[in-house]
């Protein structure tokens, strides 16, 4: 299948092509009129909301533009910080290009309750019907950030199941066994090919 994956963030384009090009699967941006599909963000509760808005605002986009063996996909993705209780959820990328990722540890201070998870709902729109799937990777968040890879909130976070590195710190194959998005991709990958009992 050819997914054209609807985001402008090319990390998340190559996460996704890691994991669903080996399953034989195509992934592409979604490009409109040569660029990628600019979203309207509803102020939403919760994730899941946002990605099923952003796969209507695509599927709108590209009308009757899909073949049958085409299909979109988006995310929504986000932190959530427990202490927080769950701030900034949803509002990830608002409060990453406000306060940003120093506001976020001033607003834990010292606080040794640093637990956190990234959530993220993936959606995928093809003729004649809809597939969802969702993904976890709890976390801390460090004191300080450190690393460069990745993107985001990758420097302050921690995976449990890593080895005490941020993601930022993390090879890009590395995240990919521990994302949450990896997980949501695939969970997607089995709904689109379930594996043969
Ligand atoms: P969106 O899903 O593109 O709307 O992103 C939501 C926000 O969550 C962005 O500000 C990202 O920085 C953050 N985020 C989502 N996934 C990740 C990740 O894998 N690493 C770091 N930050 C992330």
Same mark, same amino acid.
């Given at each position: 299948?050819?997914?054209?994956?609807?985001? /402008?963030?090319?990390?998340?384009? !190559?996460?996704?092509?890691?994991?669903?090009?080996?399953?034989?699967?195509?992934?592409?941006?979604?490009?409109?009129?040569? !660029?990628?599909?600019?979203?309207?963000?509803?102020?939403?509760?919760?994730?899941?909301?946002?990605?099923? /808005?952003?796969?209507?605002?695509?599927?709108?986009?590209? /009308?009757?533009?899909?073949?049958?063996?085409?299909?979109?996909?988006?995310?929504? *993705?986000?932190?959530?910080?427990? *202490?927080?209780?769950?701030?900034?959820?949803?509002?990830? /990328?608002?409060?990453?290009?406000?306060?940003?990722?120093?506001?976020?540890? !001033?607003?834990?201070?010292?606080?040794?309750?640093?637990?956190?998870?990234?959530?993220?709902?993936?959606?995928?729109?093809?003729?004649?019907?809809?597939?969802?799937?969702?993904?976890?990777?709890?976390?801390?968040?460090?004191?300080?950030?450190?690393?460069?890879?990745?993107?985001?909130?990758?420097?302050?976070?921690?995976?449990?199941?890593?080895?005490?590195?941020?993601?930022?710190?993390?090879?890009?194959?590395?995240? !990919?066994?521990?994302?949450?998005?990896?997980?949501?991709?695939?969970?997607?990958?089995?709904?689109?090919?379930?594996? *043969?009992?």
């Amino acid at each position: 299948m050819e997914i054209l994956f609807a985001t /402008s963030n090319s990390h998340k384009v !190559s996460e996704a092509e890691g994991i669903l090009g080996p399953l034989g699967h195509t992934v592409l941006p979604l490009l409109v009129d040569g !660029s990628p599909l600019q979203f309207v963000e509803p102020q939403a509760d919760g994730i899941e909301e946002v990605a099923f /808005s952003k796969l209507e605002q695509a599927m709108e986009a590209t /009308s009757g533009e899909l073949g049958s063996g085409t299909a979109i996909l988006v995310e929504d *993705s986000g932190l959530f910080v427990d *202490s927080l209780k769950g701030f900034p959820g949803p509002y990830s /990328s608002y409060v990453e290009g406000t306060i940003g990722l120093e506001g976020v540890l !001033s607003l834990l201070g010292g606080d040794e309750h640093r637990g956190a998870e990234y959530r993220a709902v993936a959606v995928l729109g093809f003729e004649g019907g809809t597939l969802r799937s969702q993904g976890i990777c709890r976390g801390t968040i460090s004191l300080e950030p450190a690393g460069t890879n990745g993107f985001g909130y990758d420097p302050i976070f921690v995976p449990d199941e890593g080895d005490g590195r941020t993601c930022g710190e993390m090879s890009p194959d590395e995240k !990919s066994e521990v994302s949450h998005r990896a997980r949501a991709l695939k969970a997607m990958s089995e709904l689109l090919n379930p594996p *043969s009992k």
